[in-house]
Each structure stands twice: as C-alpha cells, then as structure tokens.
C-alpha cells in the first residue's frame, strides 16, 4: 500500500478515536448533575436563601419559583431535607403550586391570580388558616436586577383611624383578654407578660400579635400528622424479631416543637416601635389614593425597618459552621444588604435554647427578610383591625370603617387541603 494511503487510513483512525473520547466525555457531563443534583437541592434547603439576580423576564416566567422564596414555603425542622420531597405539583392542582410542610396536612397553595400578582393559601395541620395576595418587584441594586414580594393589604383604614391607634389615651385602660379560656394559654400562657394597663393602641396590639404568634405555635406543635395511605393488597408482612429494633418509616412526623422564647420587655419595646412605624407609614399612604405603588427599595430594607420575628426555621452561618432560628425567635438587622454576597447582617435577640444564642451576629437573605416583613405588615394588618373592634368607649371615632382593597382580596383555594394531602 502506498504511504498517502497509509496516511489516509491513519488520519480517519485518529479522527474516529476522537470522536469517541467527545462523546463520552458529553455523556459524563450529562450524567454528572442527575447524581448530584439532589445533594445540592438538600443543602441549598438548609441554609437562608439569598436573594440571587433576577434573570431575564422571559426565563423567569418559564421557570419554576424556588420553594424557599416564601418564608412560608420552608418546611418547619427537624424535617427540612425529608419535607423537600414532598414540595411537588398535586395531581390535584393544576395550574397551581403546591409546598407540603413535612408529614402533616400543612403547606401552601399558590397561584398566579393575574399578571404580577399570587395568591397563597395555607394550611394548616388539615386546616384551611387564610388567603393572602403578594406583587412581585424588581430591585436594581449593584448592577443587578432582584426579584421580590410585598403583601397587599385586603382593607386600608382612612386617616382619622391611625391618628386614633398612633395617640395616647387620656387616661390608662384596663382590658380583659379572656385567653385562659382558649387552649394555647395553659401551656405558653407563662410566656409573657401583657401590659398591665394600656395608655394607647399601639401597646394593645403589641399584646395581640405577641398571643397571635403563641397560639400558632401552639397549633404547629399539635398539628396532625397527615394519614397515611392503606398498604396494598398482597401476602402478610413478616412481624419483626422480638429483639431487633422495628424499622423505622422514612415520613414519620417529626419530633414535638420546643416551646416559643419567653418574651421579655426589651423585646415587647422594639416590637412596638417596629410597629408604630408601620402604622406611621400607612398613615401617610392613607393619606393618597388606594392603589397600588411601585415598589423600589425592598421594604425589609428601609432605614427604620430593623426587627422582625421569625416566622418559620431558617439556617444561618456562624463562624464555626450553621445554627438554626426558629418561629418567634426574633432578630435585629444591623446593615444593609452586601453588594458582595447579597446577604443581610443581623444580630439574633431573642432565640430559644436549641436555636442560635442570643447576640449571635450573622447574616440572612433578602426574600428570607423581606418574608418576615410581610408578616409582620400582615400581622398589624389584623391587629389593627381586632383593635378597632374590641375597645368599647376607648374605640376609634365612630363610623370609622376599612376600605377594601380589590387587589389584597382573592377567596381560598377550594381544593388546597386535598392538594396538599395529594401531594407526595
């Protein structure tokens, strides 16, 4: 055979070879992020979720919302890892996004009500709690655009009601709460201590959210867990050896909730400055028309808007690794969001004994801290509204009603319960 031939068949050879080697090179790289995907998942569910760049609108409106964008949304420890399985489209629920909380009958329904906005219901240990409305933002902050939520109120109160709730009385008033007959007030009833008289609104309400935010940990603690389907039919199981350990299911509910911190009066003070503020704000906002504003700054991130209560588990960094805050552990923010990794300092105020201690400096994301805002808006919201109605002579001005907002209402989904029990 002549050398160009030899050459030839020598060049087809080594072009052959090479092809192979890309392809299985392709195959590797395409195998590689389907064995390690969940891993990431897992750990990326254990930690305060940062408030990353939003993309392009047409990608974003393609692509699935992260579970961890909405506080509610996280799964309540010890069950962080094992609840993400369950935060998947119910059978049941088309068009809609369904997050179950562990292995009880609670989690969220969320659908897009129109173009902007979502409407999420909860629920609750088998109960449907409420509907809330949320409008999504964009933020332009160090050369990037981030994405984020604001609550819209379901009523607005005229200005004469927030001159009422933001005065002082004349004289102290003593009000009655009747808790004791309600079942959340034996066990975490020693855990603070009301006003003993009250000299304006915005005290009382301090009190109403602080009982509010009890009694739902108390209905957390005692939340059903969700029934567990029949096995099918088929030949009996074997009954374990008596003296090895029965095995245990994957899903069990999770352990008992340790009891809320006890709140103490340095606690209860800058919860009630947090909300004057607020009432302050929507009094000014009061005073223009009802619709909806373009949102810039994040509100969680406005100068006067430092303490916020946590609302469900969250992860945070320490120096020596992670510790966990809990539901009605309380923080204070110290700064503003870092341009270098879109976290928020904060410093941990009031925190129960297996969450991170107290005055532990750390750092949260901005949609974890923006969600703990819209509660807290949320909160004053019903407060608010339970004080204008409990106050007898010390009540607002007569004829003094709330204003709805066609935007802030949406009804419950009628079929959330059985997505979330539908979905796996």
């Not at 080697?21 to 750990?43: K, L, N, S």
């Not at 099918?232 to 909730?257: E, F, I, L, N, T």
């Not at 552990?329 to 870092?338: E, L, V």
Request: proline share 12%; aromatic share 8%; hydrophobic share 40%.
């Amino acid at each position: 055979m002549s050398s160009p031939h030899r050459r030839g068949r020598a060049a087809l050879a080594l072009m052959a070879l090479a092809s192979l080697a890309a392809i299985a090179a392709i195959d590797t790289q395409a195998g590689e992020p389907r064995e390690r995907q969940p891993a990431r998942r897992g750990a990326q569910a254990r930690q305060s979720y940062r408030a990353h760049p939003a993309r392009a609108e047409a990608v974003r409106a393609s692509a699935p919302r992260k579970a961890p964008d909405d506080y509610h949304r996280r799964p309540p420890n010890p069950s962080v890892v094992r609840a993400s399985r369950f935060a998947a489209r119910s059978p049941a629920a088309s068009q809609a996004r369904v997050v179950r909380y562990g292995n009880t009958l609670s989690g969220t329904v969320e659908r897009s009500i129109r173009p902007g906005f979502t409407s999420r219901t909860f629920v609750s240990g088998g109960h449907v709690l409420y509907t809330r409305v949320y409008q999504n933002h964009v933020w332009h902050q160090f050369g990037q655009v981030f994405g984020y939520e604001t609550f819209v109120p379901a009523v607005r109160f005229p200005a004469v009601y927030y001159s009422w709730a933001l005065a002082p009385w004349p004289r102290p008033f003593v009000y009655s709460w009747g808790w004791r007959a309600q079942p959340w007030y034996p066990m975490y009833g020693v855990l603070f201590t009301p006003y003993p008289v009250y000299t304006s609104p915005d005290l009382w309400m301090t009190d109403y959210i602080i009982a509010q935010s009890m009694q739902s940990a108390y209905a957390a603690q005692n939340a059903a867990p969700a029934p567990q389907p029949s096995p099918p039919d088929g030949p009996p199981v074997p009954a374990a050896d008596a003296g090895s350990a029965a095995p245990q299911p994957v899903d069990a509910p999770p352990a008992p909730a340790a009891p809320p911190p006890a709140i103490t009066p340095q606690v209860k003070a800058q919860l009630d400055t947090q909300i004057k503020v607020q009432l302050q704000e929507q009094q000014a906002a009061a005073a223009t028309p009802a619709t909806l504003r373009t949102q810039s700054t994040p509100p969680a991130l406005r100068s006067n808007h430092v303490f916020f209560e946590v609302v469900q588990p969250l992860n945070v960094p320490t120096a020596h690794g992670h510790c966990s805050l809990s539901a009605n552990d309380y923080i204070r923010r110290t700064g503003d969001m870092s341009g270098d990794d879109w976290m928020i300092p904060v410093v941990v105020e009031l925190s129960r004994p297996s969450d991170c201690p107290e005055g532990l400096a750390t750092r949260i994301g901005l949609n974890d801290l923006n969600a703990m805002e819209n509660e807290q808006e949320a909160q004053v919201l019903e407060a608010m509204r339970a004080a204008s109605g409990s106050m007898g002579p010390n009540g607002p001005p007569s004829g003094v009603h709330p204003t709805l907002i066609a935007d802030g209402n949406a009804a419950a989904d009628p079929g959330a319960l059985d997505a979330i029990r539908q979905t796996r």
